[in-house]
Antibody, heavy 126, light 110 residues
Framework: QVQLQESGPGLVKPSETLSLTCTVS??????????WGWIRQPPGKGLEWIGS???????YYNPSVKSRVSISVDTSRNYFSLNLNSVTAADAAVYFC??????????????????WGQGTPVTVYS | QSVVTQPPSASGTPGQRVAISCSGS????????VYWYQQFPGMAPKVLIY???QRPSGVPDRFSGSKSGTSASLAISGLRSEDEADYYC???????????FGGGTKLTVL
């Protein structure tokens, strides 16, 4: 049973960089079957996909944050990370990391998030 | 504003059948699988339905999913108080090259 756990500062100042890590246990992050993603949820609002990374390091980002975000993976330590720079109050949210199970249909590979971390709240304060 | 839309709220009484709709476009629902997630306050979302209408093990058969064209629906029969939660539909979006979440529907059991 894979488990994911987010960690990182819960408070970030405006214009600074939000950095979070997701540690994966109970399974290897080095599998072509999975992608690894970040999703956020502002207080009282819905879920927003931020971006994902494959085991080989290919990254995919939501255009809404693409200019500010980077996701990396450390297969030797079985974790992946999120960096979001130039944060504003709009970036305050609960941040979830999740495992994306690949689905191949009509020659196209997509994925859906089948296992999630518990989420970590991030507050942007000045 | 999400490109996949859901009603913000739905309600029903115990034992009733409730359906939650999800509307998208040809770049997401129309061309890809739909997934449904259940989320309780303070908790991570959990997969309720995958591949349009498949239930993971452990999910009661009271929950069912369907898809037609660019719309999808989650039906809950025999509504129970413990079904009170937020429900999200998700589909891969070919334009986004990633998953797009519906805005979520808060289900209240009266």
């Amino acid at each position: 049973q894979v488990q994911l756990q987010e960690s990182g500062p819960g408070l970030v100042k405006p214009s600074e960089t939000l950095s979070l890590t997701c540690t994966v246990s109970g399974g290897s992050i080095s599998s072509s079957v999975y992608y690894w993603g970040w999703i956020r949820q502002p207080p009282g609002k819905g879920l927003e996909w931020i971006g994902s990374i494959s085991d080989s390091g290919n990254t995919y980002y939501n255009p809404s944050v693409k200019s500010r975000v980077s996701i990396s993976v450390d297969t030797s330590r079985n974790y992946f990370s999120l960096n979001l720079n130039s944060v504003t109050a709009a970036d305050a949210a609960v941040y979830f990391c999740a495992r994306g199970r690949t689905v191949r249909a009509s020659g196209v590979t997509t994925y859906f998030f089948d296992s999630w971390g518990q989420g970590t709240p991030v507050t942007v304060y000045s | 504003q999400s490109v996949v839309t859901q009603p913000p709220s739905a309600s029903g009484t115990p034992g009733q059948r409730v359906a939650i709709s999800c509307s998208g476009s040809s770049s997401n629902i129309g061309n890809n699988y739909v997934y449904w997630y259940q989320q309780f306050p303070g908790m991570a979302p959990k997969v309720l339905i995958y591949w349009n209408n498949q239930r993971p093990s452990g999910v009661p058969d009271r929950f069912s999913g369907s898809k037609s064209g660019t719309s999808a629906s989650l039906a809950i029969s025999g509504l129970r108080s413990e079904d009170e939660a937020d429900y999200y539909c998700v589909a891969w979006d070919d334009t986004l090259s990633g998953p797009v979440f519906g805005g979520g529907t808060k289900l209240t059991v009266l």
